[in-house]
T-cell receptor, first 112, second 110 residues
């Protein structure tokens, strides 16, 4: 079955460390997205990519970086510059905006 | 990005009661998408509305897009415990990415 796989499901990071969240899809979708979810805040866009080797900043890109070297993969790095990284991170993809997003199951990142 | 505002933030109903959540914008929207997120889960796409005054139904769920395309609503008839979750509206005026409202969390007690 096609879908989006995010790993790990839970991640603990010490302050000052960079950490990379994985997102892989086998839906043959061109567009991929990263959102951050905090309680009561809805989903906020971090980065998105419309095509391989190209990506754009979203509303809250500071302290994050991404790459899109393959169509299937869109990893997100949370750097030490991100001041409040503890959150639920959701990756999504779409084959066309009219079809809606398909989301992964998310990664819960906690800074300890 | 263009913000959509959702009300109420929370709603607690008894099983069998109806439920409605509203999504509002100060500007005209090109489309509205609705998603449902179960507790501990991820958002799942429900529907997209594009036309002015459009009404779509999915079993007990009725989705409406306002005539001025500035608001939308999701109505659930005779709620069940399986309806528990957070309902988000979103729009993609830019055509590139969705902007989500903060959601309405629905709690249904038997």
């Amino acid at each position: 079955d096609g879908g989006i796989t995010q790993s790990p499901k839970y991640l603990f990071r010490k302050e000052g460390q960079n950490v990379t969240l994985s997102c892989e899809q086998n839906l043959n979708h061109d567009a991929m997205y990263w959102y951050r979810q905090d309680p009561g805040q809805g989903l906020r866009l971090i980065y998105y990519s419309q095509i391989v080797n190209d990506f754009q900043k979203g509303d809250i890109a500071e302290g994050y970086s991404v790459s899109r070297e393959k169509k299937e993969s869109f990893p997100l790095t949370v750097t030490s510059a991100q001041k409040n990284p503890t959150a639920f991170y959701l990756c999504a993809s779409t084959g066309g905006m009219t079809r809606g997003y398909t989301f992964g199951s998310g990664t819960r990142l906690t800074v300890v | 990005g263009q913000q959509v505002m959702q009300i109420p933030q929370y709603q607690h109903v008894q099983e069998g009661e109806d439920f409605t959540t509203y999504c509002n914008s100060s500007t005209t929207l090109s489309n509205i998408q609705w998603y449902k997120q179960r507790p501990g889960g991820h958002p799942v796409f429900l529907i997209q509305l594009v036309k002015s005054g459009e009404v779509k139904k999915q079993k007990r769920l009725t989705f409406q897009f306002g005539e001025a395309k500035k608001n939308s609503s999701l109505h659930i008839t005779a709620t069940q415990t399986t309806d528990v979750g957070t309902y988000f509206c979103s729009n993609s005026n830019s055509g590139y990415a969705l902007n989500f409202g903060k959601g309405t969390s629905l709690l249904v007690t038997p």
